[in-house]
């Protein structure tokens, strides 16, 4: 089997002759992130997509290259991206653009970004298919503000009100997920004609030991509008794999995320949720993409304790149905190189 065959037999629940090894549920830069005399080639059994910029962002990104980024702003891209959504986090009293609106007209009238001007195709489809060239399986990111449906309309009204808008104003919160769940479905379905194998969709609504909101609440409001991505995504490419991704405890909601067509979840972190749990309860019915390493292991941990833990994920987990991965960013800059490679060596040791 090549890179990209593991990875859709195991996202499929089988079992490859090596289970795959991803670095996250996005484009990791490798080559940023890797020493200068390390070979990134053949790390990661699959490598995502970048989805182009605008203009305006890459105006942004270019005035932003001094900026090296921090824990309340963002990253360099996330700034660029915030700044096109008119999201401040940097400015506490205007952090939000929807957060003073006083009626529908106030989000009917916002300037949501254009994802779908045409020079956002411009080649994704020649990225896939270099990746598919090399054998590795080709996965894709949605543009958005933090997350497809509940991060984006919460950085947009402000926490504290969208979660008043789920109770009190749910016509507000209907009209203004509608708007963003278009946005999404459009682009899945561009991915979707560029040929990507995996479509990684987004939205952090757990948190420890919880969800953010409730089971019903999030059935209510979200369950639909991400099967309607998903539908618009498969409606062009049936074979399209879906990876959904929430930081956090969201177990509640595993059942719904299979029956809407989900494949595989992310990060399964092992200080909020129990994999071996979820095995046992769903079987290979749903992969496990990620369940290596608490908040501090990759910082702190040694290359050995990285090692032993990817050997009991394999032992506890077994083959199928598993893609080994961090269950917590690893671009990060107190993560050292030596840590990384002995996952990843770990997995194709182990696996």
């Not at 894709?140 to 991060?151: A, C, D, I, Q, V």
């Not at 992310?266 to 949720?273: E, F, K």
């Not at 050995?304 to 960013?329: H, M, S, T, W």
Request: glycine share 8%.
């Amino acid at each position: 089997m090549n890179s990209r065959e593991r990875i859709l037999t195991a996202i499929d629940g089988g079992e490859p002759d090596q289970v795959p090894c991803a670095l996250g549920f996005y484009r990791v830069n490798l080559e940023r992130l890797a020493p200068q005399s390390a070979n990134t080639d053949g790390l990661v059994d699959i490598r995502f997509v970048r989805f182009p910029i605008s203009p305006e962002e890459r105006e942004l990104s270019n005035k932003a290259k001094p900026y090296t980024g921090d824990t309340r702003i963002g990253t360099q891209s996330q700034v660029t991206t915030y700044a096109r959504w008119s999201y401040l986090p940097q400015s506490p009293d205007h952090r939000n653009p929807l957060a003073m609106a006083k009626s529908l007209d106030d989000l009917r009238n916002f300037p949501y970004p254009d994802l779908s001007a045409p020079y956002r195709v411009d080649g994704l489809s020649g990225q896939v298919a270099a990746i598919h060239s090399r054998g590795l399986a080709a996965g894709g990111n949605l543009p958005h503000l933090g997350g497809e449906l509940f991060e984006a309309a919460w950085r947009l009204r402000g926490l504290e009100n969208f979660l008043i808008d789920l109770v009190e104003r749910p016509d507000w919160a209907h009209y203004l997920l509608d708007r963003l769940t278009d946005l999404a479905r459009r682009n899945a379905e561009t991915f979707a004609r560029c040929g990507i194998d995996v479509l990684a969709l987004d939205d952090d609504i757990g948190m420890p030991g919880s969800m953010i909101i409730s089971p019903t609440t999030w059935r209510t409001f979200f369950k639909p509008r991400l099967e309607t991505i998903i539908q618009a995504g498969r409606s062009i490419q049936p074979r399209l794999r879906i990876l959904y991704h929430s930081d956090g405890y969201f177990e509640p909601i595993i059942g719904d995320l299979i029956e809407i067509g989900v494949n595989a979840i992310n990060p399964v972190q092992p200080d909020h949720m129990d994999a071996l749990r979820i095995r046992q309860q769903y079987g290979t019915r749903i992969a496990l993409w990620g369940t290596v390493g608490t908040q501090v292991a990759f910082s702190f941990n040694s290359p050995g304790q990285i090692r032993r833990e990817v050997q009991e994920r394999l032992d506890d987990l077994g083959r199928a149905g598993l893609i080994l991965c961090p269950a917590y960013d690893i671009d990060e800059p107190d993560i050292p190189w030596e840590n990384v490679f002995a996952f990843v060596d770990a997995v194709r040791d182990f696996g």
